[in-house]
């Protein structure tokens, strides 16, 4: 069913919002600043939006979705755990810099108490517990490390994971195609680190199921 032009307004203004909030920060979050990224005046905004909070709950919403989508697609893609792991990997940072800024914005907004915040974190919760699924599959299978858990392997991926966002985003600004092949050596190095004793990490990481 086609999109009516107010759903893609709607579309559009979400996609600024984490844009700005990506690009400069949540103590810079203003409907100004949103109304310039996606080129249309501030009152135009609240034809669509009730206020800068509507707005923000939309873009939570839209990051819940894209957590969803991205353990869903990686689970049809391959019926290897090690393969899904390694699809969600490459959706981690953009995912996890949303995240971040969302989580910042408790600096700037009282978001303990909104609704919207708490589910955005349930969200979080249950990406990180399929992940452990995932791990789990991997141990089971001899694809990692039998002597450590699911949740050791979800840490170690999600600490070397977030150095890198953290370089990415607010140290060095990375070229997407850049980002692309920094995520595949990161994937190397987590694989090498979490391989079966007895297996390089290229024992794991080249190889498709």
């Keep these: 069913m086609a999109r009516n032009l107010g759903e893609i307004r709607r579309e559009e203004i979400v996609e600024a919002v984490l844009a700005v909030l990506v690009e400069n920060g949540p103590g810079a979050l203003s409907t100004r600043l949103v109304a310039e990224k996606v080129g249309m005046s501030k009152s135009s905004l609240y034809q669509h939006f009730d206020s800068l909070d509507d707005m923000l709950r939309a873009a939570a919403e839209n990051l819940q979705q894209r957590m969803t989508e991205t353990v869903r697609t990686a689970t049809a893609y391959s019926e290897s755990p090690r393969e899904q792991f390694r699809r969600i990997a490459h959706q981690t940072p953009r995912l996890a810099s949303l995240f971040s800024v969302f989580h910042m914005l408790e600096t700037y907004l009282p978001l303990s108490r909104?609704?919207?915040?708490?589910?955005?974190?349930?969200?979080?919760?249950?990406?990180?517990?399929?992940?452990?699924?995932?791990?789990?599959?991997?141990?089971?299978?001899?694809?990692?490390r039998s002597d450590l858990t699911a949740e050791e392997i979800v840490c170690i991926g999600t600490g070397l994971f977030r150095e890198f966002i953290i370089t990415w985003q607010f140290v060095n600004p990375t070229p997407q195609e850049d980002m692309e092949r920094e995520v595949e050596r990161m994937w190397s190095l987590f694989m090498k680190v979490i391989a079966p004793i007895g297996k390089t990490g290229s024992d794991t990481a080249g190889s498709r199921d």
């Design 114 to 144: 909104k609704e919207w915040f708490i589910e955005l974190r349930v969200h979080k919760t249950e990406m990180e517990r399929h992940m452990q699924d995932i791990s789990q599959k991997m141990i089971d299978q001899g694809q990692a």
